[in-house]
């Protein structure tokens, strides 16, 4: 086996101590050290950007910590109350924003960096339905939407609010949803219209009358789905690939310039991922059979992982393994988006859906990712993976081994350890750092 699990017994008071030294020694001429010790570990920590503020999330109590000094002293956020913190954002277009949210519909935000905290009232609960309650809109922060439900008993039906004004005021969006997201959900993203990128939404819609994710089919609005006179929503279901009537839509995901779409069909666990470029025409994105392969190419429910990809092409890990030992495949889309290659077989994946793999930041085109190095015997025989690391510079068609001198270095990555922030490169641009064995 070519990992140790040193780095996965690793404290996670070592943890923070080791996160935050290089901000602290950074304005000093010699390394100082300060060690900071807290009750529970301290989940999902998070820099202000350019400041020296910084917040995490204990999650045992549900209380937020911060600090004004990159971590020498800790003080818990005095203005949210003592054990109500379920959730913590921070905002990723306005580096001055944080939320908190709780289980209930009374929230908090920040304006500046968590100094203050004021109330906010969101109009419905958060989802325990939905892997993001808050989405923002990348040209505008004051333009968020919160993907909600309303609770009678042990029976929940989600709905989703909005507001244009950063929380000040909230209006209803629409019941019966299962998720809302800002067509420009990321700055590269654009309709090619202005005023379409500040209103167009896409909201996944279910069937009041049905239990089933086959019924969910995909729904646009550019007026915030507003009632017309006959009670109905202002909303179209846009043409996917030719198909206007396409349902069993699970899920949806913004990545950079693209939004990806994935449906399935009623009595199978196949996926079918649509891609747009524009959130106006869609196309169904095109895999490579495995005829010439020993791994198959299907995409099923809950076995792809869309990763870190550039601003001209889409990468997705398919999960082709049991979910015992999983391992998957990359594929690399073509610049709009719809046809897929093979990267590369046997990465290592974990049970979360987590991929050995990080893009290099402020680089195009270079990213690491672990592998499996016999793959086809833990598929074949159930041997225990022999876990490897290899780097491409040119966007995964070539990959090479990583290298100190004549030594191969295998390094510990997402799948080892609860990660905080990237694990390998900072924002200099090719400096990368991290730890593993030869």
Known sequence: MMRSSAWAALSWRALIFSLLWTAVAAKQDKPTVDASVAKHPPLNLN???????????????????????????????????????????????????????????????????????????????????????????????????????????????????????????????????????????????????????????LCIVTDPLSLFKTSQKLCVSDNFFAKGSGGKFDEFEPSLDGQRDVTGVVNIAAVKSFILLASSS???????????????????????????????????????????????????????????????????????????????????????GHVDFEKISGIQGIFLVNTVENGKDVDAKNARKVVVTQITFDDGRTFEPVKAGQDRIHLHSMTDIDNIGRIFSSPAPGLVMGNGNT
């Open 47 to 201: 820099y202000f950007e350019d400041s020296d503020v910084v917040v995490f999330q204990d999650i045992e109590e549900r209380n937020i910590w911060r600090s004004e000094d990159a971590g020498k002293t800790w003080a818990q956020v005095p203005d949210i109350p003592d054990r109500s913190a379920t959730f913590l954002y921070l905002h990723p277009f306005d580096s001055n924003s944080a939320f908190v949210l709780t289980k209930d519909r009374k929230h908090y935000k920040t304006d500046d960096r968590g100094k203050s905290w004021s109330e906010f009232n969101s109009g419905t609960m958060p989802s325990a339905f939905q892997p993001d309650t808050l989405v923002f809109h990348a040209g505008d922060p004051k333009r968020i939407i919160f993907n909600g439900m309303n609770c009678d008993g042990i029976f929940c039906d989600e709905e989703t609010t909005y507001t244009i004004d950063g929380f000040k005021t909230v209006q209803q969006l629409r019941p019966s949803t299962s998720g809302c997201w800002w067509a420009k959900a990321n700055r590269e993203f654009t309709t090619g219209d202005a005023e379409l990128d500040k209103t167009r939404i």
């Open 266 to 352: 009623a009595g199978s666990d196949e996926m079918t991922l649509f891609v747009t470029s524009d959130a106006q025409f869609w196309h169904r994105a095109m895999f490579p059979t495995d005829d010439s392969h020993d791994h198959s190419h299907k995409i099923n429910q809950e076995a792809y992982t869309v990763l870190e990809s550039t601003n001209y092409s889409i990468q997705v890990d398919v999960m082709t393994s049991h979910p015992s030992t999983p391992m998957g495949v990359i594929f690399t889309s073509n610049s709009n988006g719809t046809y897929f290659t093979e990267n590369i077989p046997y990465t290592n994946r974990n049970v979360k």
